[in-house]
């Protein structure tokens, strides 16, 4: 059973700064993709980053480029966001995934295989 357990997030000021960790209980962690990506009320979940194995390959929406960055570490199966200089538009619950049976674009929720619970982030003005 694969499971990914988020955490780091919380309400916080626009300009602010905060960092999420998903730790991901996967046998071979190292050699799988892995997302972050967010869901506002109301709104369909959104792409936020992504990185490949070895961090060969890193991906960013538009919206976060320059402000959030993606990172993992795979002796401890965690991957974390770092995010700064939050804006209020960046509140959602943001989730972690985990690919692990296909190769599908990682921009898409649809090629993840496995979800963590999710972790509020809220920015006030």
């Known amino acids: 059973q694969v499971q990914l357990v988020e955490s780091g997030g919380g309400l916080v000021q626009a300009g602010d700064s905060l960092r999420l960790s998903c730790t991901v209980s996967?046998?071979?962690?190292?050699?799988?993709?892995l997302g972050w990506f967010r869901q506002a009320p109301g709104q369909e979940r959104e792409f936020v980053a992504a990185?490949?194995?070895?961090?060969?390959?890193?991906y960013y929406s538009d919206s976060v480029k320059g402000r959030f960055a993606i990172s993992r570490d795979d002796a401890k199966n965690t991957v974390y966001l770092q995010m700064n200089s939050l804006k209020p538009e960046d509140t959602a619950v943001y989730y972690c995934?985990?690919?692990?049976?296909?190769?599908?674009?990682?921009?898409?929720?649809?090629?993840?295989?496995?979800w963590g619970q999710g972790t509020q982030v809220t920015v006030s003005s």
């Open positions: 990185i490949t194995w070895s961090a060969s390959n890193i």
């Open positions: 995934a985990v690919q692990l049976y296909n190769s599908a674009a990682l921009t898409s929720p649809v090629s993840y295989d496995y």
């Open positions: 996967a046998r071979g962690f190292s050699r799988y993709p």
